[in-house]
């Protein structure tokens, strides 16, 4: 499993995304960044970032590696 946290990005956020694989957790940033942020425009070096923050989820524990 995969999460980003958004916190990691933007101060003081709470918006996490998690899924199987990494595409999906930054389709689902993406889309976050769209409709509740307004971003009309997601560059690549955003998108790098969001990747970059990215972490391997234990789903027995729920601990990050």
């Known amino acids: 499993m995969k999460r980003f946290d958004?916190?990691?990005l933007i101060p003081g956020s709470t918006?996490?995304?998690?899924?199987?694989?990494e595409a999906e957790v930054v389709r689902r940033a993406v889309e976050n960044l769209?409709?509740?942020?307004?971003?009309?425009?997601?560059r690549p070096d955003m998108v790098e970032r969001i990747k970059e923050r990215i972490v391997d989820v234990d789903t027995n524990s729920s601990t990050k590696h």
């Open 15 to 21: 918006w996490k995304a998690e899924a199987e694989s």
């Open 34 to 42: 769209r409709n509740f942020h307004g971003e009309t425009e997601v």
């Open 6 to 8: 958004s916190g990691t």
